[in-house]
């Protein structure tokens, strides 16, 4: 897929830059060998410069807590070539709580930008008479974002493909009274953004609100002169982190991959599908497109609310803590629902860590649908101690994939887990784009975020935690898929040949920093 493309024309600019500033200075060295005296003297300066910068980068590297993985790959790299190294880590490598457009947005940390947000009290009787292995996932995912478990006043409708998210957005857009808030990380100018950009509009006509925000990376082929023709139709349209020159500038890699939609603060939207041709199965040259959104309706809406406000907030430096957008309605529907944000703003991946709890929790079954596969220790440890110890583990992938070099990675994994006895499906002729995540048929987990590290740690993304509402429709939908697949055999799967394995392993390296 092109989605990824002006990302990969960056990292392709940036190493033809690093190659061409390391041969200016090897022709430079051999200029002043030639013609100077003291040509000893500035290569000692220079070499010894590159690899004092070099060096202090890998103090920096070493000291600090983080995700040892990612710290010896990028030892590695800045080793084998300073100079590349040094442009690849300054560009990627740098950490998000360290830029200027962190520190200028207080509001992001701690979950300052819940100013409306409940307590979340699990001490009450409603939340003690539940199942404590079940409240304590929550409670975690409560102290690590303050994002509220709404209990028995939201609730879930699942949607299915295309066919069902996008006729089910248009009839609330239509509907839409006060506000509508629109977040997503791909829009396309094509059919399909250009009918709900065509809503959009009639709404503002009548005196909607119309808020949009798209990642400017995710979004790369959105139309110019669309764009402008839907700021002057009074929509505000805005774009998450423009990159207008890549090298050095992190902004490459910190994507926002969020998708919520907010419709009078009575509905939300979440899930994994974008505004674009091939979320809806119109687009020919995508392979067919599996995926789920979330219909929410009930008081974690205002979970949704406030999260997009915070995104408009870092985009526009205009924060909006107005009480009247947070008017969602209690719904009478049991069960537990809450909005879990992820990003490199929190200092350990909250999604990921509530996955390893479930992981550790769960005691008959984990099933699970992810586009990409890309698994740190912690997670892969967790899956096989939950296999040993009984617990059925199933894993959907795709039948076909997107990205060729990324589904390398995701079967890279495949062996190690097959042989701890986990189940790995590859969906027939499809492209699974859904991520799910389920244990014991009573805890699903919906959303944005995808098994790899670019989710856990680098993008901005959002997955709903659900209780007794949802599940039901997620894990009919899981066995309706996993009907629809064929299982990987770890007995043929060793067969495949060693070039392939090879190329699979070198891919798998990067697993950590992709």
Known sequence: MRLNLKRNLWILLILTIALLIRGAFEIAIEFFRVDYSFTD????????????????????????????????????????????????????????????????????????????????????????????????????????????????????????????????????????????????????????????????????????????????????????????????????????????????????????????????????????????????NKRKRFPKFRDTQLLLKGMAVNSLTALFLRDWYYTTDKFISNPSYYCAEKINAEG???????????????????????????????KIMTPYLALDHEMITSLIIAARGGVNVEIIVPGKPDKKSVYLVTQSFFEELLEEGIKIYKYNNAFTHAKVFMIDDMLASCGTYNLDNRSARINFEVTTLLYKQGVEELVDDFNNDRSKSTIVSLEKWKKRGLVYRIFEGIIALFSPIV
């Not at 909005?339 to 996955?355: E, H, L, M, T």
């Open 41 to 280: 003297f500035i290569v000692l300066i220079l070499r010894y410069f590159i690899t004092f910068i070099a060096f202090l980068i890998w103090i920096r590297i070493i000291i600090k807590s983080e995700y040892s993985s990612t710290k010896l790959l990028w030892l590695i790299f800045l080793a084998i070539d300073p100079f590349t190294g040094l442009a690849f880590f300054l560009t990627f490598g740098r950490d998000f709580k360290e830029s200027l457009r962190y520190r200028n947005h207080p509001l992001l940390k701690d979950g300052k930008y819940l100013t409306l947000e409940p307590v979340t009290d699990f001490g009450l009787y409603e939340y003690q008479s539940i199942d404590s292995e079940i409240t304590d996932i929550y409670k975690t995912a409560y102290n690590m974002t303050q994002h509220h478990a709404y209990l028995d006043d939201t609730s879930i409708q699942v949607l299915t493909n295309g066919d069902e998210f996008f006729p089910a957005l248009l009839e609330k857009i239509n509907n839409a009274k006060k506000f509508i808030f629109m977040q997503f990380y791909i829009i396309r100018t094509d059919k399909t953004g250009k009918l709900i950009f065509d809503a959009l509009k009639k709404k503002v006509d009548e005196g909607v609100e119309v808020k949009v925000l798209y990642d400017s990376i995710g979004s790369f082929f959105l139309n110019q002169k669309y764009k402008k023709k839907i700021k002057k139709s009074g929509i505000e349209l805005e774009a998450i982190d423009p990159v207008y020159f890549g090298l050095f500038n992190t902004r490459v890699n910190y994507r926002n991959h969020r998708k919520v939609c907010v419709i009078d603060g009575e509905f939300g939207f979440t899930g994994g599908m974008n505004l674009a041709n091939e979320y809806w």
């Open 336 to 366: 537990i629902v809450q909005v879990i944000p992820s990003g490199p703003d929190f200092k350990y991946p909250p999604i990921r860590n509530i996955y390893v709890k479930m992981i550790n929790n769960a005691k008959k079954s984990i």
